[in-house]
T-cell receptor
C-alpha cells in the first residue's frame, strides 16, 4: 500500500531563517506531487506541483521554491522566511493522470516568529 | 483565475439535524471531488463526481454534480458528532491540478 511521509510535524522558525520541508511517498512510482499551504481556518492554496523529476510548476509567486530530486521526493524550501509564511503545509500525491483523488500527508505546522 | 466558492463558511447544528454545503465554480469542471478535514488533521478524500447531474450516496452523505458541471452539493442527513470537520470541494479542470473550494466548517452539538 502507498504511504506519504512529511517532516517535521511542527516547526518554529525566526523571520529571515531558511526552511526545508520534505515529503516522500512510498509504494507508488511516477506520482504527481503537490505542495499546499493552509492558513489557520482557511482553505488550501496550491503552491507547487510536479509531474516528474525536475519538473516544477509554480502557482503563486512568493519567496518559496520547490524541488523534486527523486521520483518520490518533494522538497519545499525558502532562503528567508517571512511572518506571512506561517501556516499548515500539506504535501499530496496522485497517480500520474491527475484526475484521481489526492492523498495528503500529515502536514507540517510552521510558525514564523 | 479559476475560483471555487463554498457556502456557508460555517454551520453549527444539533445532532440529528441535516446539513448541506454548496460549491460553485467560475468555470466548467471535468470532475469534482469532496474532501473532509477533521480538526487538526489533513484532508481525506470522500468521493469524485464526473458526469453531469450525477448523484452519489455514501450512507448518510449525498453528493450531487450540477447539470452544467459548475456546481455541486454535499448533504448530510441526521448529522452525528463524528461529522464534525471542514468539508472541501475541489474542482478538476483537466490540467493535472485541483482548485479547492473555500470550505465549510461543520460543528455538531450533542
Amino acid at each position: 500500500s502507498q504511504t506519504i511521509h512529511q517532516w517535521p510535524a511542527t516547526l518554529v522558525q525566526p523571520v529571515g531563517s531558511p526552511l526545508s520541508l520534505e515529503c516522500t511517498v512510498e509504494g507508488t512510482s511516477n506520482p504527481n506531487l503537490y505542495w499546499y499551504r493552509q492558513a489557520a481556518g482557511r482553505g488550501l492554496q496550491l503552491l507547487f506541483y510536479s509531474v516528474g523529476i525536475g519538473q516544477i510548476s509554480s502557482e503563486v509567486p512568493q519567496n518559496l521554491s520547490a524541488s523534486r530530486p527523486q521520483d518520490r521526493q518533494f522538497i519545499l524550501s525558502s532562503k528567508k522566511l517571512l511572518l506571512s509564511d506561517s501556516g499548515f503545509y500539506l504535501c499530496a500525491w496522485t497517480v500520474g493522470s491527475g484526475d484521481y483523488e489526492q492523498y495528503f500527508g500529515p502536514g507540517t505546522r510552521l510558525t514564523v516568529t | 483565475g479559476q475560483q471555487v466558492m463554498q457556502i456557508p463558511q460555517y454551520q453549527h447544528v444539533q445532532e440529528g439535524e441535516d446539513f448541506t454545503t454548496y460549491c460553485n465554480s467560475s468555470t466548467t469542471l471535468s470532475n469534482i471531488q469532496w474532501y473532509k478535514q477533521r480538526p487538526g488533521g489533513h484532508p481525506v478524500f470522500l468521493i469524485q463526481l464526473v458526469k453531469s447531474g450525477e448523484v452519489k450516496k455514501q450512507k448518510r452523505l449525498t453528493f450531487q454534480f450540477g447539470e452544467a458541471k459548475k456546481n455541486s452539493s454535499l448533504h448530510i442527513t441526521a448529522t452525528q458528532t463524528t461529522d464534525v470537520g471542514t468539508y472541501f470541494c475541489a474542482g478538476n479542470t483537466g490540467f493535472q491540478k485541483l482548485v479547492f473550494g473555500t470550505g465549510t466548517r461543520l460543528l455538531v452539538s450533542p
